[in-house]
Protein backbone atom coordinates (compact mmCIF):
# COMPACT_ATOMS: atom_id res chain seq x y z
CA UNK A 1 0.00 0.00 0.00
CA UNK A 2 2.89 2.49 0.78
CA UNK A 3 4.77 1.78 -1.95
CA UNK A 4 1.48 1.97 -4.60
CA UNK A 5 1.43 5.63 -2.42
CA UNK A 6 4.64 6.78 -3.32
CA UNK A 7 4.09 5.56 -7.16
CA UNK A 8 1.40 7.31 -7.28
CA UNK A 9 3.00 10.76 -5.36
CA UNK A 10 6.28 10.08 -7.94
CA UNK A 11 3.80 10.07 -10.90
CA UNK A 12 1.68 13.11 -10.08
CA UNK A 13 5.23 15.27 -9.52
CA UNK A 14 6.56 13.91 -12.74
CA UNK A 15 3.16 14.95 -14.51
CA UNK A 16 3.14 18.04 -13.01
CA UNK A 17 6.93 18.92 -13.55
CA UNK A 18 6.23 18.03 -17.32
CA UNK A 19 2.86 19.98 -17.97
CA UNK A 20 5.00 22.97 -16.20
CA UNK A 21 8.08 22.85 -18.88
CA UNK A 22 5.43 22.51 -21.36
CA UNK A 23 3.92 25.74 -20.91
CA UNK A 24 6.92 27.49 -20.42
CA UNK A 25 8.82 26.31 -23.22
CA UNK A 26 5.67 27.23 -25.62
CA UNK A 27 7.46 30.27 -27.93
CA UNK A 28 4.88 33.04 -28.39
CA UNK A 29 5.42 32.72 -32.50
CA UNK A 30 2.90 36.23 -32.51
CA UNK A 31 6.07 38.48 -31.25
CA UNK A 32 7.90 40.82 -33.42
CA UNK A 33 11.19 38.39 -33.27
CA UNK A 34 9.55 35.21 -34.42
CA UNK A 35 7.29 36.63 -37.31
CA UNK A 36 10.77 38.50 -38.65
CA UNK A 37 12.27 35.03 -37.94
CA UNK A 38 9.65 33.32 -40.42
CA UNK A 39 10.15 36.29 -43.03
CA UNK A 40 12.25 34.55 -45.90
CA UNK A 41 12.76 38.37 -47.31
CA UNK A 42 14.38 39.22 -43.51
CA UNK A 43 16.97 36.65 -43.05
CA UNK A 44 19.83 39.25 -42.88
CA UNK A 45 17.77 41.58 -40.76
CA UNK A 46 16.90 38.44 -38.40
CA UNK A 47 20.44 37.38 -38.73
CA UNK A 48 21.54 40.67 -37.37
CA UNK A 49 19.02 40.95 -34.35
CA UNK A 50 19.62 37.83 -33.22
CA UNK A 51 23.90 38.58 -32.91
CA UNK A 52 23.36 41.91 -31.53
CA UNK A 53 20.35 40.40 -28.73
CA UNK A 54 17.87 42.50 -29.73
CA UNK A 55 15.96 39.49 -30.83
CA UNK A 56 15.70 39.01 -26.94
CA UNK A 57 15.22 42.24 -26.21
CA UNK A 58 12.07 42.95 -28.41
CA UNK A 59 10.35 39.53 -27.10
CA UNK A 60 9.87 41.73 -24.17
CA UNK A 61 5.99 43.07 -23.36
CA UNK A 62 6.95 46.05 -25.46
CA UNK A 63 5.34 47.53 -27.76
CA UNK A 64 8.12 48.44 -29.83
CA UNK A 65 7.86 49.24 -33.25
CA UNK A 66 10.99 47.21 -35.71
CA UNK A 67 12.05 48.84 -39.04
CA UNK A 68 13.29 46.16 -40.73
CA UNK A 69 14.93 46.24 -44.13
CA UNK A 70 14.59 43.86 -46.86
CA UNK A 71 17.38 41.57 -48.10
CA UNK A 72 17.65 43.65 -50.47
CA UNK A 73 18.16 46.45 -49.02
CA UNK A 74 20.94 45.32 -46.75
CA UNK A 75 22.52 43.96 -50.17
CA UNK A 76 22.33 47.52 -51.46
CA UNK A 77 24.31 48.56 -47.89
CA UNK A 78 26.58 46.25 -48.28
CA UNK A 79 25.80 43.16 -46.43
CA UNK A 80 24.58 40.75 -49.38
CA UNK A 81 24.29 37.48 -47.05
CA UNK A 82 23.81 36.51 -43.42
CA UNK A 83 26.95 35.57 -43.27
CA UNK A 84 28.14 39.17 -44.09
CA UNK A 85 26.28 40.20 -41.06
CA UNK A 86 28.45 37.68 -39.03
CA UNK A 87 31.81 38.60 -40.20
CA UNK A 88 30.78 42.24 -39.75
CA UNK A 89 32.48 45.07 -37.34
CA UNK A 90 30.09 44.42 -34.16
CA UNK A 91 29.77 47.45 -32.84
CA UNK A 92 28.70 49.23 -35.86
CA UNK A 93 26.04 46.21 -36.58
CA UNK A 94 24.74 47.41 -33.21
CA UNK A 95 24.90 50.95 -33.56
CA UNK A 96 22.54 50.32 -37.16
CA UNK A 97 20.63 47.89 -35.50
CA UNK A 98 19.63 49.40 -32.04
CA UNK A 99 18.67 52.97 -34.89
CA UNK A 100 16.07 50.32 -36.50
CA UNK A 101 14.12 49.93 -33.09
CA UNK A 102 11.29 52.17 -31.77
CA UNK A 103 9.98 52.26 -28.10
CA UNK A 104 6.13 51.93 -28.69
CA UNK A 105 3.71 51.30 -31.46
CA UNK A 106 3.76 53.67 -34.45
CA UNK A 107 1.41 53.55 -37.12
CA UNK A 108 3.25 55.86 -39.64
CA UNK A 109 0.41 56.13 -41.89
CA UNK A 110 -1.87 57.96 -39.32
CA UNK A 111 0.84 60.60 -39.09
CA UNK A 112 -0.44 64.02 -40.73
CA UNK A 113 0.48 64.63 -44.47
CA UNK A 114 3.91 66.55 -43.59
CA UNK A 115 7.37 65.91 -44.71
CA UNK A 116 10.20 64.78 -42.19
CA UNK A 117 8.44 64.36 -38.99
CA UNK A 118 10.65 64.12 -36.51
CA UNK A 119 10.85 60.43 -34.09
CA UNK A 120 13.44 58.97 -31.77
CA UNK A 121 14.79 55.31 -31.84
CA UNK A 122 14.88 53.54 -29.06
CA UNK A 123 18.44 54.35 -28.42
CA UNK A 124 17.57 58.01 -28.97
CA UNK A 125 18.88 58.67 -32.71
CA UNK A 126 16.50 61.19 -34.82
CA UNK A 127 14.43 59.15 -37.79
CA UNK A 128 12.71 61.22 -40.03
CA UNK A 129 9.37 60.19 -41.56
CA UNK A 130 6.80 61.80 -44.26
CA UNK A 131 3.37 60.56 -44.96
CA UNK A 132 2.59 61.65 -48.85
CA UNK A 133 0.19 61.05 -51.48
CA UNK A 134 1.27 60.40 -54.66
CA UNK A 135 -1.33 60.00 -57.77
CA UNK A 136 -3.44 56.81 -56.46
CA UNK A 137 -0.86 55.58 -53.65
CA UNK A 138 -0.04 56.87 -50.15
CA UNK A 139 3.60 56.97 -49.64
CA UNK A 140 5.53 56.67 -46.01
CA UNK A 141 9.77 57.20 -46.19
CA UNK A 142 11.75 57.20 -43.38
CA UNK A 143 14.88 59.04 -43.56
CA UNK A 144 14.22 58.96 -47.60
CA UNK A 145 14.13 54.93 -47.34
CA UNK A 146 10.20 54.03 -48.92
CA UNK A 147 8.25 51.65 -46.56
CA UNK A 148 7.35 48.76 -48.48
CA UNK A 149 5.28 46.99 -45.95
CA UNK A 150 3.25 48.78 -43.37
CA UNK A 151 1.87 47.89 -39.61
CA UNK A 152 2.74 44.39 -39.84
CA UNK A 153 1.11 43.69 -36.90
CA UNK A 154 2.72 41.50 -33.87
CA UNK A 155 1.60 40.81 -30.13
CA UNK A 156 3.82 43.23 -28.99
CA UNK A 157 4.06 45.99 -31.50
CA UNK A 158 4.47 46.33 -35.30
CA UNK A 159 6.96 45.64 -37.91
CA UNK A 160 7.83 48.14 -41.06
CA UNK A 161 9.46 46.76 -43.56
CA UNK A 162 12.18 49.73 -45.58
CA UNK A 163 13.66 49.38 -48.89
CA UNK A 164 17.34 50.94 -47.36
CA UNK A 165 18.91 50.27 -44.53
CA UNK A 166 18.66 53.64 -42.34
CA UNK A 167 22.31 54.63 -41.35
CA UNK A 168 22.44 56.17 -37.74
CA UNK A 169 24.02 59.92 -38.12
CA UNK A 170 27.60 60.25 -36.45
CA UNK A 171 27.82 63.91 -37.46
CA UNK A 172 26.00 66.70 -35.37
CA UNK A 173 26.69 69.30 -38.28
CA UNK A 174 26.49 69.09 -42.33
CA UNK A 175 29.79 70.73 -42.01
CA UNK A 176 31.39 67.81 -39.99
CA UNK A 177 30.22 65.12 -42.31
CA UNK A 178 32.00 67.22 -45.50
CA UNK A 179 34.92 67.66 -43.54
CA UNK A 180 35.55 63.83 -42.80
CA UNK A 181 34.89 62.89 -46.18
CA UNK A 182 38.13 62.69 -48.42
CA UNK A 183 36.08 63.04 -51.22
CA UNK A 184 34.69 66.51 -50.27
CA UNK A 185 37.83 68.20 -49.34
CA UNK A 186 37.92 71.13 -52.00
CA UNK A 187 34.78 71.68 -51.20
CA UNK A 188 34.79 72.16 -47.66
CA UNK A 189 37.96 74.50 -48.29
CA UNK A 190 35.18 76.30 -50.61
CA UNK A 191 32.83 76.74 -47.63
CA UNK A 192 35.82 78.11 -45.44
CA UNK A 193 36.99 80.62 -47.88
CA UNK A 194 33.23 81.67 -47.92
CA UNK A 195 32.12 82.03 -44.47
CA UNK A 196 29.72 80.16 -44.71
CA UNK A 197 31.09 77.22 -41.77
CA UNK A 198 29.40 79.19 -38.99
CA UNK A 199 25.81 79.10 -40.65
CA UNK A 200 26.06 75.60 -41.80
CA UNK A 201 26.85 74.81 -37.90
CA UNK A 202 23.11 76.42 -36.87
CA UNK A 203 20.26 75.07 -35.65
CA UNK A 204 19.19 74.26 -39.38
CA UNK A 205 18.34 72.26 -41.02
CA UNK A 206 19.99 72.23 -44.27
CA UNK A 207 20.44 70.42 -47.21
CA UNK A 208 23.98 70.85 -49.03
CA UNK A 209 24.30 69.71 -52.53
CA UNK A 210 28.57 68.81 -52.43
CA UNK A 211 30.70 68.52 -55.72
CA UNK A 212 33.14 66.16 -55.11
CA UNK A 213 36.60 67.02 -55.78
CA UNK A 214 36.75 65.86 -59.43
CA UNK A 215 33.81 68.24 -59.98
CA UNK A 216 35.47 71.35 -57.96
CA UNK A 217 39.06 70.22 -60.25
CA UNK A 218 36.49 70.30 -63.59
CA UNK A 219 35.15 73.67 -62.48
CA UNK A 220 38.55 75.30 -62.09
CA UNK A 221 38.91 75.16 -58.37
CA UNK A 222 41.60 72.80 -58.06
CA UNK A 223 43.37 73.64 -54.99
CA UNK A 224 43.22 75.83 -51.80
CA UNK A 225 45.35 78.38 -53.85
CA UNK A 226 42.64 78.17 -56.64
CA UNK A 227 39.89 78.70 -54.19
CA UNK A 228 41.76 81.21 -52.65
CA UNK A 229 42.24 83.54 -55.74
CA UNK A 230 38.64 83.22 -55.94
CA UNK A 231 36.41 86.70 -55.53
CA UNK A 232 34.85 86.15 -51.89
CA UNK A 233 31.36 87.74 -53.22
CA UNK A 234 31.17 85.54 -56.11
CA UNK A 235 32.76 82.61 -54.11
CA UNK A 236 29.86 82.59 -51.41
CA UNK A 237 27.20 83.17 -54.29
CA UNK A 238 28.11 79.86 -55.82
CA UNK A 239 28.41 78.05 -52.90
CA UNK A 240 24.98 79.24 -51.73
CA UNK A 241 23.46 77.59 -55.06
CA UNK A 242 24.43 74.18 -53.30
CA UNK A 243 22.53 74.77 -50.23
CA UNK A 244 18.88 74.75 -49.58
CA UNK A 245 16.95 76.10 -46.01
CA UNK A 246 15.10 72.82 -45.18
CA UNK A 247 15.90 68.96 -45.00
CA UNK A 248 15.38 67.16 -47.84
CA UNK A 249 15.54 63.59 -49.22
CA UNK A 250 15.72 62.46 -52.75
CA UNK A 251 12.37 60.60 -52.08
CA UNK A 252 10.93 63.94 -51.03
CA UNK A 253 11.27 65.10 -54.29
CA UNK A 254 9.72 62.18 -56.02
CA UNK A 255 7.02 62.25 -53.68
CA UNK A 256 6.30 66.28 -54.51
CA UNK A 257 7.38 66.50 -58.39
CA UNK A 258 4.41 66.42 -60.77
CA UNK A 259 3.09 64.11 -63.95
CA UNK A 260 5.91 66.65 -65.66
CA UNK A 261 9.03 64.68 -63.65
CA UNK A 262 10.38 68.17 -63.09
CA UNK A 263 10.12 70.65 -60.37
CA UNK A 264 12.16 73.56 -59.01
CA UNK A 265 14.15 73.95 -56.17
CA UNK A 266 14.76 77.42 -54.07
CA UNK A 267 18.89 77.61 -53.26
CA UNK A 268 20.09 79.55 -50.18
CA UNK A 269 21.33 82.50 -53.04
CA UNK A 270 17.77 82.87 -54.08
CA UNK A 271 17.90 80.90 -57.36
CA UNK A 272 16.43 78.22 -58.43
CA UNK A 273 17.97 74.70 -59.46
CA UNK A 274 15.65 72.45 -61.82
CA UNK A 275 15.09 68.70 -59.68
CA UNK A 276 14.28 66.03 -62.96
CA UNK A 277 13.22 62.51 -61.47
CA UNK A 278 15.05 59.46 -62.77
CA UNK A 279 13.16 56.60 -63.62
CA UNK A 280 13.35 53.10 -61.91
CA UNK A 281 14.19 50.95 -64.42
CA UNK A 282 12.97 47.51 -62.76
CA UNK A 283 9.28 49.24 -62.62
CA UNK A 284 7.36 50.75 -65.15
CA UNK A 285 6.02 54.32 -64.30
CA UNK A 286 7.95 54.78 -60.88
CA UNK A 287 11.13 56.52 -59.88
CA UNK A 288 14.21 56.13 -57.88
CA UNK A 289 16.05 58.86 -58.22
CA UNK A 290 16.86 62.55 -59.19
CA UNK A 291 19.45 64.70 -61.49
CA UNK A 292 19.81 68.07 -61.21
CA UNK A 293 20.48 71.14 -63.44
CA UNK A 294 21.49 74.78 -62.61
CA UNK A 295 20.82 77.60 -64.36
CA UNK A 296 24.23 78.02 -66.07
CA UNK A 297 24.51 74.06 -66.28
CA UNK A 298 24.63 72.11 -69.59
CA UNK A 299 24.29 68.80 -68.77
CA UNK A 300 22.31 67.36 -66.08
CA UNK A 301 24.14 66.80 -62.50
CA UNK A 302 24.45 63.13 -61.13
CA UNK A 303 24.02 62.22 -57.44
CA UNK A 304 27.20 60.10 -56.44
CA UNK A 305 25.93 59.71 -53.09
CA UNK A 306 22.37 60.32 -51.27
CA UNK A 307 20.79 60.84 -47.81
CA UNK A 308 23.64 61.09 -45.98
CA UNK A 309 22.23 62.62 -42.88
CA UNK A 310 23.28 64.74 -40.48
CA UNK A 311 22.16 66.39 -37.18
CA UNK A 312 21.15 69.42 -38.70
CA UNK A 313 21.08 68.10 -42.18
CA UNK A 314 21.64 66.07 -45.04
CA UNK A 315 24.27 66.30 -47.39
CA UNK A 316 24.13 64.45 -51.30
CA UNK A 317 27.02 64.10 -53.41
CA UNK A 318 27.23 65.31 -56.98
CA UNK A 319 29.75 64.76 -59.90
CA UNK A 320 29.14 68.17 -61.23
CA UNK A 321 29.06 71.85 -59.80
CA UNK A 322 25.75 73.60 -59.88
CA UNK A 323 26.50 76.64 -62.12
CA UNK A 324 24.53 79.97 -61.82
CA UNK A 325 25.80 80.92 -65.15
CA UNK A 326 27.39 78.94 -68.33
Given at each position: ?????????????????????????????????????????????????????????????????????????????????????????????????????????????????????????????????????????TVLTINGSRVLSQNIKASNGLIQVVDRVLEPYTYSYVTDAIA???????????????????????????????????????????????????????????????????????????????????????????????????????????FNGIELLGTGNTAMVQLDRRDQLT????????????????
Amino acid sequence: MKNFKYILLLLTIIAFGCKKETVDDVKDNSKISAIIADNFNLSVFNTALVRTGLAKQIDQEGPFTAIAPSDEAFRLAGYPTTTSILSAVPARISAIMNYHILNGSYEFNKLPFLFNQEIKSANGGKLFVTHWVKGPDTVLTINGSRVLSQNIKASNGLIQVVDRVLEPYTYSYVTDAIASDRNLTLFYQALQRAGLIETLNGKGPYTVFAANNAAMTAFGLSSVEAINQMEPAVLLRLMRYHIIADRRFVYDYILSTGTSGKSEQSMLDGNSVQVKLKPDPQVSGAFNGIELLGTGNTAMVQLDRRDQLTGNGVVHTITSMLKITQ
